[in-house]
């Protein structure tokens, strides 16, 4: 039906840098709303940033002017730009999809990814 993979995720030092991509596949209509989220061990699931089909953005105020998210509609793909990266950063990453599929008649649905690692350390 709809998978969403994420990629990019790893070991980065402190000050460092990484760009995780989101592919969502299948037999798509539309894609609204995407958004990344991420769970560290023993905490509940965070919000970090969304991206509206027109390009709107919103940010956890913890990762605002260091996090960038941006979308490539042709290819139904979301980035998510780290920087400045610290140790609070290391998490499970997790990539969420507004979307409706073809011959979907209940609008859209969430779909979500299966996560990346990102681990921030010295």
């Known amino acids: 039906q709809v998978q969403l993979v994420e990629s990019g995720g790893g070991l980065v030092q402190p000050g460092g840098s990484l760009r995780l991509s989101c592919a969502a596949s299948?037999?798509?209509?539309?894609?609204?709303?995407m958004a990344w989220y991420r769970q560290a061990p023993g905490k509940q699931r965070e919000l970090v940033a969304t991206?509206?089909?027109?390009?709107?953005?919103n940010y956890a105020d913890s990762v605002k002017g260091r996090f960038s998210i941006s979308r490539d509609n042709a290819k139904n793909t979301v980035y998510l730009q780290m920087n400045s990266l610290t140790p609070k950063d290391t998490a499970i990453y997790y990539c969420?999809?507004?979307?409706?599929?073809?011959?979907?008649?209940?609008?859209?649905?969430?779909?979500w990814g299966q996560g990346t690692q990102v681990t921030v350390s010295s």
């Open positions: 299948g037999r798509i209509f539309s894609i609204d709303t």
């Open positions: 969420k999809s507004e979307l409706t599929i073809w011959g979907g008649i209940r609008g859209p649905r969430e779909y």
């Open positions: 991206i509206t089909s027109s390009g709107s953005t």
